[in-house]
């Protein structure tokens, strides 16, 4: 593994890892399992991993990428958000209000507030790639992208690159 793309879940943004596979060119998605002599499967030929969340935020995705480099010393780590997401259809303040009006339970510390919906989808991005930047999680020798997926064309358009010199 070398690449990371992080997601939404959205099911009509299962496509999101193959995009981002073809635009790199050099990746392998989805892969196929590697049999031992006995039919165990050992390994994968797949080169990019997929990590999904609600709004395919990076904050919800900094384990995952932890772990992999540990498990596989990655290299580049992609966010991607896409056209007529659920996460644009509230503001963090909505979420944590309704949360608490119907569960009786305050969430408004336990996220950050940039990290709970998308406002405005560019400024999302960078947001993401500059968190994902600044965290200790994230080895400062890892290339960093953010795109944009747009659901009906399947265009996929480059944001933001933090490719370290």
Not at 60 to 84: G, I
Not at 129 to 136: D, F, I, K, M
Not at 143 to 152: A, C, M, R, S, T
């Given at each position: 593994?070398?690449?990371i793309?992080?997601h939404?879940?959205d099911?009509r943004?299962s496509?999101i ?5 073809d635009?790199f060119?050099d990746e392998?998605y989805?892969?196929?399992?590697i049999l ?6 050992i ?8 990590v ?5 935020r ?22 991607v958000?896409?056209?007529f997401?659920?996460a ?24 950050d ?8 989808f560019?400024e ?7 968190l994902?930047?600044?965290s200790?999680?994230?080895p ?7 795109f944009?997926?747009?659901?009906n064309s ?12």
């Amino acid at each position: 593994m070398k690449t990371i793309v992080i997601h939404c879940f959205d099911p009509r943004a299962s496509e999101i890892p193959q995009a981002v596979a073809d635009y790199f060119g050099d990746e392998v998605y989805p892969g196929e399992n590697i049999l031992d002599e006995a039919g165990n499967r050992i390994g994968n030929t797949r080169t990019l991993f997929a990590v999904s969340n609600a709004g395919g935020r990076a904050l919800s995705a900094l384990q995952s990428v932890a772990t992999m480099d540990y498990l596989f010393k990655v290299q580049n780590v992609v966010v991607v958000h896409h056209s007529f997401c659920g996460a644009t259809a509230f503001t963090p303040e909505a979420l944590v209000n309704e949360f608490h009006d119907h569960h009786h339970a305050d969430i408004s510390t336990m996220f950050d507030h940039d990290s709970l919906a998308i406002e405005h989808f560019e400024e999302s991005i960078r947001h993401d790639v500059e968190l994902l930047r600044g965290s200790p999680a994230v080895p400062k020798s890892v290339k960093l992208y953010g795109f944009f997926y747009e659901i009906n064309s399947g265009k996929l358009t480059e944001v933001v690159r933090d490719v370290p010199a």
